[in-house]
């Protein structure tokens, strides 16, 4: 701490200073433009190497697309780096090499705040909602990019999600854990983004919410937005998937269609117990 | 008739004075915890701030007087009060620019900010007194009272007369009227709502397009808005002295905590809280038990808890109260 | 090597500057620099050591400071004659009594239930215990206040060497930190910063108010020192003798004298609280306190017991300021409850910190002496600013008459500017943590 001579020498100390939903060091604004870049798949993140700052890296050579009407997952064991890839294609991680291309356009130099605007919709692993503000303003606040009347954006997502119709007034914080989630869902839906990536959305529900949340997620893509998630519970997720990618120590180590996954030998057996 | 005569008296040296100052606690602390809230660091420059809004409604109210221009029966002060609010946002928006704004972008961590805060009270703090000087000003003019004590008298035959400043009266009318915008503002508008996102959480704000540097601004026009019309309303009801606001901090600081920091609603419940514990802990209740209690039982000394000048210990004990068993604050604040 | 030479270089210029005081202005009012400089210093040492190294934001430095000055009242003022018998039993008793119904209150705390039983109980313990506090209290208190008021009227002191007041000062602001200490980082979150805010405004509400003890604003004035009168040395033949062989009138030469006694005695103990710093923080305690500092989820799993060390911390830092307080009410030989400010005596020495270096003890002490010298010169620099800038206009114009009247304001703002442009531009102080 001694090298850094703004830091807080280890204060903790809440009466002076408040430290609740202060941001995480990686910068959300700012950054370069994006250029043309016709062909390929709609999202993809290609050859992607790099880490966090200046820390080592975390990804090497890494892969990662997703088309129109697919759902992809990335699954892998603890550390493999899934979330980091997900962060990586939305620009919250220091790229050394590759690219990531949205519909046509080079995007690698864009900011996550730029991101948005272009069209992705994510939905951080933590922390993904206003908890002091109610369901309807936490959509509001999705929709805080927009200019145009989005009443008719959620109406969409209350009929999808016809809970958060009834919570409306509440305070986010208050609902429970799969409830949450589908506010954090609803509220990257609310810029009618053209990709949705999910990270971890199932993280820390029960087995019955996760579920539900799954079918919910399932009716996301038919609405025709493609979806990239990132997933724990990995035969569930590859069930549901399109595509599914296996990273393992921040490398691609197999990909396939969900099912060809499931089938295969190797990744049942390292991945799936069995 | 006793208890009537009870009635007024409490209403006369506890109610409408603790009202007036629980308004002008309220104000302060608004600001203070709208700092916190979304700034995420206490400002120690508030009470300054308060200072230099105040001063440029004094100065401007003087010129005003002396070309002759007047309210009528209210004080000129409320004419000047919009231009002093101007002169307070572009000063802490000259501030901001010129100090905080750095430490913004080198992610500082908030401690930083609460001693580069210091560093601005002493720069307000002797800016102030180099422009008026630390003596007390007047600047008050107009009506006096609302209700005088003897008018009250005569009018209901009591011995006991309630006298209502009109200072107090406005203080409260002003203070609702604020209030009321302030929340308006926060729960009603985009704006408002995104300085709320911005301070719930940080990152998904940023996420969601809000432009975290046009957040702080607003909060920094809003916060000087506040801390002068808290100043001036101060200054009206009591009066005008630089190092006064220096000491109100600690009062402002207590009702912001004592209510829950970060928590607007909190800032307003804790600032009534503090004012009538100061004003009933000193306030000698020989009047009001002698109107109360048969003749024989009618106490001998002033029945005051404490002497006035411990009223700054009384809100530190509150507080200390308040966080010893609830210490988020009455109403839930951000520090968990 | 080459920081060494730095700082050594950064010491020699602030004495460059008080010497240059004593060229130019007078010798008295340079050694007057360098004493109150010692006693800035340890101060400043004391913040250092809370902020610097555990990071604990203590802004009641000023509470601690007047601790120490109430030490030295009680310690060596003589005791008032017959204030102990007319009502000193009954306000130890009283005092007792109230520390009982405290210690009471918290007992109930801890044994009964939590529920509205318990929360009555203690409602009606403390409001039963603060009445029969202030009915054994009062009259003890008029009786004392009583006794020749116009000269006495508190109960005076011990009587004893002065110079035993200065531990006894640092034992004080001990006291009074374990406190506050014990409670405020006691609770779920740390409210250290607001808890000392308080504590010093009551601490200091205390000295204003309670004549019986200190003899409130009326003052306490004529303690004894540890260093002879100036005027027993002017009739001394010896030494206005010897100060005739340096070519010094008696006046000039006892003065400087008595200053130089006191600076003498301010470096030994700031000398001697700078090595045991210095020992204490490479000791395996202070290496434990760094761990805490810059990983305190670390440390804590490692099993070091982080609020025990903070408390610790707390109480030495704030001890040091007390015997600083102590030190300073000695040269002054009068307690004025009323001087206490916190711009003055917290704030100020908060800037001295900073910009000396938080996290080193020698630039805290080079912060005191530095920043000590502007505040006493801002103000006839100020003056002399505003002479050639309104040495231009008529004289009687209004701005050149408000201008030359509001110079000595100049002193806070010059305060703020120095503390803002080290945090901006050397964030780390003018001798960094190494």
């Known amino acids: 701490m001694s090298s850094d001579p703004y830091g807080d020498r280890g204060n903790k100390d809440v009466s002076i200073a408040n430290p609740r939903g202060t941001g995480s060091a990686a910068s959300m604004q700012g950054g370069g433009t994006a250029s043309l870049a016709p062909g390929g798949p709609f999202l993809i993140g290609e050859s992607m190497t790099g880490g966090y700052g200046k820390g080592p890296d975390i990804l090497h050579d890494c892969t990662i697309s997703v088309d129109k009407g697919e759902i992809a997952v990335i699954v892998g064991p603890n550390g493999a780096g899934k979330s980091t890839a997900m962060k990586a294609v939305f620009g919250m991680l220091d790229l050394r090499a590759g690219h990531v291309r949205l519909n046509g356009e080079d995007i690698t130099a864009l900011s996550p705040q730029d991101r948005v605007a272009k069209g992705m919709g994510f939905v951080p692993q933590t922390n993904n909602i206003f908890a002091s503000m109610t369901v309807q303003e936490n959509l509001e606040m999705g929709a805080f990019i927009r200019t145009d009347d989005y009443s008719g954006t959620m109406e969409q997502i209350y009929d999808l999600f016809p809970i958060l119709r009834d919570k409306r007034y509440q305070a986010a914080g208050e609902l429970s854990g799969g409830q949450r989630q589908q506010v954090a869902v609803g509220r990257a839906l609310m810029t009618q983004p053209k990709v949705l990536m999910l990270d971890e959305p199932t993280a820390g529900v029960s087995p019955i919410v996760m579920d539900e949340l799954f079918d919910r997620i399932i009716d996301v893509a038919r609405t025709g937005i493609p979806i990239l998630m990132v997933e724990q519970n990995a035969r569930q997720a590859l069930e549901i998937a399109d595509k599914g990618y296996v990273l393992v120590q921040g490398a691609n180590a197999y990909s396939g269609t969900g099912k060809d996954l499931l089938a295969d030998e190797d990744v049942r057996k390292s991945f799936l117990g069995g | ?336 | 090597m080459n920081a060494m030479v730095k700082n050594v270089g950064l010491f020699a210029i602030v004495g460059v500057l008080i010497l240059l005081t004593g060229f130019l202005q007078s010798w008295n009012a340079a050694v007057l620099i360098l004493n109150m400089g010692l006693i800035s210093a340890i101060m400043a040492l004391g913040v250092n050591l809370q902020w610097g190294f555990a990071g604990l934001f203590n802004i009641g430095v000023m509470g601690f400071v007047a601790l120490g000055g109430l030490a030295t009242v009680l310690v060596s003022m003589p005791p008032t004659e017959g204030a102990f018998a007319a009502g000193g039993v009954r306000v130890v008793l009283a005092l007792v009594l109230g520390a009982a119904t405290i210690t009471a209150a918290v007992l109930i705390h801890g044994a009964m239930q939590k529920g509205w039983l318990r929360t009555a109980a203690m409602i009606v313990l403390l409001v039963v215990g603060f009445f029969v506090y202030r009915a054994v209290l009062d009259p003890g208190v008029a009786a004392i206040e009583a006794i020749d008021p116009a000269a006495t009227g508190y109960l005076g002191g011990l009587g004893l060497p002065v110079l035993i007041a200065w531990p006894v000062g640092g034992l004080f602001a001990a006291g009074a930190a374990w406190l506050i200490g014990k409670t405020a980082l006691g609770l779920r979150s740390d409210y250290l910063a607001i808890a000392t805010l308080g504590i010093a405004e009551i601490i200091i509400a205390v000295m204003k108010n309670e004549d019986w003890l200190s003899r409130g604003v009326k003052n306490v004035i004529g303690i004894p020192r540890p260093v002879p009168y100036e005027i027993d040395l002017q009739g001394d033949p010896g030494f206005v003798e010897r100060a005739a062989g340096l070519g010094l009138d008696p006046v000039m030469a006892s003065t400087l004298y008595v200053k130089l006694l006191y600076a003498g005695l301010f470096l030994t103990v700031l000398v001697l609280l700078l090595w045991m710093a210095q020992r204490a923080l490479a000791s395996p305690w202070g290496r434990m306190l760094r761990a805490i500092r810059d990983n305190e989820v670390a440390a804590e799993a490692m099993g070091k017991d982080v609020k025990r060390r903070h408390l610790q911390v707390f109480i030495l830092g704030s001890a040091i300021c007390g015997i600083a307080g102590a030190m300073m009410t000695t040269l002054d030989s009068q307690l004025t409850p009323s001087s206490y400010q916190p711009l003055r005596f917290t704030f100020l020495v908060w800037v001295m910190v900073i910009v000396g270096g938080s996290g080193n003890n020698f630039g805290a002490v080079l912060g005191g002496f530095l920043i000590w010298f502007l505040w006493v010169q801002v103000e006839p620099m100020g003056r002399l600013l505003m002479d050639v800038i309104t040495a231009g206009m008529t004289d009687g114009y209004w701005l050149k008459v408000h201008l030359l009247e509001s110079a000595a304001h100049m002193r806070l703002f010059t305060m703020g500017l120095v503390l803002l442009l080290v945090l901006r531009f050397n964030p780390r102080g003018l001798i960094p943590e190494k």
């Not at chain 2, 006793?2 to 602390?29: C, E, K, R």
């Not at chain 2, 940080?202 to 601004?217: I, T, W, Y």
């Not at chain 2, 966080?323 to 009455?330: A, D, I, R, V």
């Open chain 2, 1 to 336: 008739m006793d208890f009537l005569n009870a009635i007024v008296a409490l209403a006369n040296y506890v109610l409408v004075p603790g009202i007036a100052y629980g308004s002008q606690l309220a104000l302060g602390a608004l600001g203070v915890t709208l700092i916190y809230g979304i700034l995420r660091f206490s400002n120690f420059a508030h009470g300054d701030t308060m200072a230099f809004g105040a001063m440029v409604t004094v100065l401007l109210t003087w010129w005003f007087q002396s070309m002759g221009v007047s309210l009528g029966p209210l004080p000129t002060a409320l004419l000047a009060l919009p231009f002093g609010v101007l002169g307070c946002v572009f000063m802490l928006l000259a501030t901001d620019r010129a100090v905080y704004r750095f430490y913004r972008e080198k992610k500082a961590k908030p401690v930083i900010l609460v001693i580069v805060s210091m560093g601005v009270m002493f720069i307000m703090n002797g800016i102030v007194r180099f422009i008026v000087g630390p003596d007390d000003q007047q600047f008050l003019d107009g009506e006096r009272f609302l209700i005088s004590a003897r008018t009250f008298k005569e009018m209901t035959g009591l011995n006991e007369g309630l006298a209502i400043k009109s200072t107090q009266a406005i203080t409260l009318v002003t203070a609702i009227v604020v209030v009321a915008l302030l929340f308006w503002f926060l729960n009603r508008t985009r704006a408002g709502k995104s300085m709320r996102a911005y301070s719930d959480n940080e990152d998904l704000a940023l996420l969601s397009g809000v432009n975290p540097e046009r957040v702080v601004m607003l909060t920094w026009i809003i916060v000087a808005a506040l801390a002068t019309i808290a100043g001036v309303l101060y200054g009206l009801d009591k009066s005008f002295k630089p190092f006064t606001y220096f000491q109100l901090l600690l009062p402002i600081f207590a009702s912001a905590i004592v209510g829950g920091l970060g928590n607007p609603l909190g800032a307003i419940a804790g600032g009534f809280v503090i004012a009538f514990s100061e004003v009933t802990i000193t306030y000698a209740w020989k009047k009001v038990l002698g109107y109360l209690m048969p003749d024989n039982l009618a106490p001998d000394g002033l029945v005051q808890l404490l002497s006035t000048d411990y009223k700054f210990a009384v809100s530190f004990v509150i507080l200390l109260i308040v966080l010893l068993f609830k210490p988020t604050g009455l109403f839930k604040g951000q520090s968990v």
